[in-house]
């Protein structure tokens, strides 16, 4: 799959995006595997504190592709030769948290030393969520592959703690999976 036909499956419209699809796609490695992709504003300062969602401002706000990769959540945003680039490694990935208003939707995602925020339809961030979920919940345990899909942040950060504590060999692959199932209520 392309960043233009995850963006065309997430319903997100490409109006004067074509640049920064193609950007995209171009820094895109060849054992990537595209996940989601949607056009979006992102934020061009770090957001401390509680999230809002305010969609008509777009005074600080940048828009651009937003794809998600088995590897890494990528921002690009391409203009007349001028190239803005955000990135953040799953595995550098801290927290997510979002929140909605009126079916639009802000979603963080807090890295080492990076921070991406998303605002947009709360239909288009629920594709980045899902997407997100399954690279952070499933990762490569294929224990993991049936997981019912996490919305919550705390949830969320609760699994990446284990995950964390079952691969540095803190816990075994027993307690691993009770208190996952525990979290996921299964």
């Given amino acids: 799959m392309t960043v233009l036909d995850a963006v065309k499956l997430s319903k997100s419209t490409t109006l004067m995006q074509g640049q920064s699809i193609k950007a995209a796609q171009e820094l895109l490695m060849p054992t990537e595997k595209i996940l989601s992709a949607i056009i979006a504003n992102v934020n061009n300062s770090r957001v401390k504190g509680m999230l809002t969602v305010e969609p008509t401002n777009t005074s600080d706000k940048t828009r651009g592709v937003v794809v998600i990769t088995d ?3 990528l921002f690009v945003h391409s203009l007349l030769g001028h190239r803005t680039k955000k990135e953040i490694l799953v595995s550098d990935i801290r927290s ?9 939707e802000c979603l963080r995602i807090k890295g080492i030393t990076e921070m991406i925020v998303v605002t947009d339809t709360s239909q288009c961030i629920a594709c980045l969520k899902n997407a997100l979920d399954a690279i952070l919940i499933k990762g490569d345990d294929p224990a993991l ?7 919550s942040a705390v949830d969320v950060s609760q699994l990446q703690t284990l995950k964390q504590l079952y691969d540095d ?18």
């Fill in 169 to 186: 060999g803190v816990i075994t692959a027993e307690e691993f999976a009770a208190k996952k199932a525990q979290i996921l209520g299964l």
């Fill in 96 to 104: 997510i948290d979002s929140k909605a208003s009126l079916g639009f």
């Fill in 71 to 73: 590897q890494r959540v």
């Fill in 145 to 151: 592959a049936n997981s019912a899909t996490v919305s």
